[in-house]
DNA sequence: GATGAATGAGGCTTCATTCAT
DNA sequence: TATGAATGAAGCCTCATTCAT
């Protein structure tokens, strides 16, 4: 019997592609590193991606589509739900996507700084996307009475900031701050921030948002501890 | 009488370089355009710096000492105030700063997002004695019992985030949201945004943060036409 | 049935290499001129030698290796005879190498004369082990009662010298002298001084060394018209 | 009062290029080096040589003029002696001209055994000055009987063979065999030795040398003392 | 599927030199 | 006499890519 390996020597390449790029950037990574450290031969790269921006383009792309799977999902499986609530699982599922692959994560939302025509050519497809999902949340809440009537513009940044900042921080959190934003206890604590952002900023009367997974509660006696031991508090 | 014109050359490389590597990234721009841009001999990139890597870390000193020489300044002159409205001064001139030079600001925070012994070695200097000045600030609010006992860590990735979003999504603001980012309009509301964090995050008792220069009323109408106009609203 | 070309490429760029540091010393050729005498593309250099660094040592450890073949060659065909006649075929033999090889041989001569890293490292290995051969040789002629009891410096000086001077006065032969050192004339009658030089210096007693391939006598007047030919007698 | 310091600059650059030269050869040294070593700014060497290859120029022809310089007077101040003294006498001049500038003469030699056009100009002036001495006096020599008939090339190949060796393994010398060509002993073992040669190789009938400053002696006890010392018989 | 050879373009840096002062 | 600014050319090397196998 044979076991069909998928494409073995292509996902070695995505993994060694997403660490470096990562880390170095991809204008600071080559793709002759990104061979050896995925220990195949260069000339695959342009085999199966065809060119090193082909590369890129595939890992963005991959990143989007994950992206807006878990985010279309949560809002399948939240349509019942106050919108604050939905609101809350849909950036719940985002953060969670991101942290499951915060390498990519961090090097979309570098790249995404650039001035480059792929950058524009992602901001008016896959973000355009995004700001009408987002928007159409925020809007619906307005409607509803739910939400207050904050601009378009303020909202979106104040989600898309708190969606990257533990990733475009993540070396500082680490070398400057000793705290890991990998960790569990860093993104339930700032899960429940942002809960506390939908109540305090956008809510016009408090509500008690449900989260079932995650019963972080910040008065929680063991993660006091948790943190203590971090040396952060 | 002699008008002494302090190296030309050098500022037009100076320039050139930032706005680069401001929109297209330090890995991302060649010696070659920035001396096309400066209009200005490739070589004396090396005169005056040495190499490229001592350009980037002209460029990265020089955004740090202004920055630490305003919000010095800022700590100076509002040694009188209460807590909470020097924690605002001082990040008002920091934010001021940074749009005075938003060019080097945008590249220098996107290059600190990579893991290079560069930055390990600005975060082990700089971005340190960041750390102490605003934890400081924060630890004195605590005693003081003017703020809440939240952690250094928390506070200072909401002031790192704070401080860096506008120039990490101002591609994003113009390409998506059509809204500027440099206008005083966003600059004037982002600061009464930070107003109200420090009165709902921080602060245990509300307080009248006075500011003279920026008198802005988000209610006031003249400004909510000029939002209506910016298509945001 | 296939003829295996071994690799023709890596070869050009050898003997263009070998050409052009034997003329205008290393540092005075360039890896364009190799690439355009060679005929071959600028970046096979690097892809079969690293870099240029890379290519001088390739060349100057290939001497050698051929170098010490020959001689160990030398030596066991060798061991039954008088350590004299020894002493001689094993220099007939270096200075063979190193005729078959006259580029090379006056490159890594000029070469060795230079105050380098590389050239430290080279004299740490290849001439440490070379000067071991020689000196036990005259070790093992002083106590056998052979040779005079000359001190191992003056006898490797004299070696070494005697090894060159073809070489790094090749140019110098041919402009000022009119003499050819590349001529089987000459090489027979230095040949022929060498043993002259084994008999009055090193031998206590003159002896008569056999030398079946080169039969060349001083007198020979066939040659002594050669001589004359060359217009240097 | 003013004192003149004759060229202080000039001289500072002279020596610097002396001694790069002589370490790391005329193409393995830049004219930033030579300022650097000389503490002198760059323009400087233009000022003073002209272009790089002036520098180069006037010192290959300050080494020449000296060299010449020294054998002229001791070809006048040695007239009256037998024709072998003699050549005994010039040869030990042009030795201790050598030593005396051995940096120099190092660096000249090696630069000599290149093929360029500046090389086959100074054959075709100094060195066949040079032949043309030493051939005279080889030719007097035979016709007043004294000397052995032999060919011009091969004795002009010894005696440059010999006054090269010196110095073009000087490095080999010291770093291979712990020996300094430097000291005293070696330079008057190795004139002795050149005695030994005039008077095996050249001299028909065995003639008494007399060396008056250099009363060295083969079987003087202090020398052998001393030459064990060093560690070299 | 995967590879090693080979390439042209362009990377950064250093070169020797010039020129106004 | 001496210098700092500035330059064009060339240095070596690495880049991403192609192609025959």
Redesign the interface.
């Known amino acids: 019997m044979i076991v069909v390996e998928t494409n073995k020597t292509k996902n070695k390449i995505i993994d060694a592609a997403t660490a470096l790029f ?7 990574t080559s793709i002759r590193e990104i061979a050896k450290l995925a220990d195949v031969n260069i000339a695959n790269i342009s085999y199966y991606f065809n060119s090193k921006k082909g590369l890129l383009e595939y890992l963005i792309t991959k990143y989007f589509e994950g992206y807006f799977q878990r985010v279309d999902e949560a809002i399948s499986d939240n349509r019942e739900k106050h919108i604050s609530e939905m609101l809350y699982c849909v950036i719940k599922s985002a953060l969670n996507y991101q942290f499951e692959n915060s390498g990519l994560t ?1 090097f979309v ?2 790249e ?5 025509i792929l ?2 050519e992602i ?2 497809t896959y ?2 996307r995004e ?1 009408y999902i987002y928007s159409s949340i925020l809007n619906v809440g307005i409607k509803r009475g739910e939400f207050e009537d904050i ?4 909202f ?2 104040s989600v ?3 969606l ?3 990733f ?6 680490q ?3 000793q ?1 890991s934003v990998q960790s569990h206890l860093f993104q339930s ?1 700032y899960m429940s ?1 942002f809960k ?1 952002w939908i109540n ?2 956008l809510c016009i009367n408090r509500i008690q948002i449900k989260d079932e997974e995650n019963s972080y509660d910040v008065n929680d006696s063991t993660l006091e501890n948790e ?1 203590a031991v971090c040396g ?2």
Chains 1, 2, 3, 4 share one sequence.
């Open positions: 990562n880390n170095q950037g991809y204008d600071g961090r939302y570098r995404l700084s650039l001035d480059t950058v524009r901001m008016s973000l355009m700001k601009s378009t513009s303020s979106l940044i898309k900031s708190f990257s900042t533990p475009l921080f993540q070396h500082y959190s070398e400057v701050l705290w604590k921030d506390l305090r900023y943190i952060v508090v």
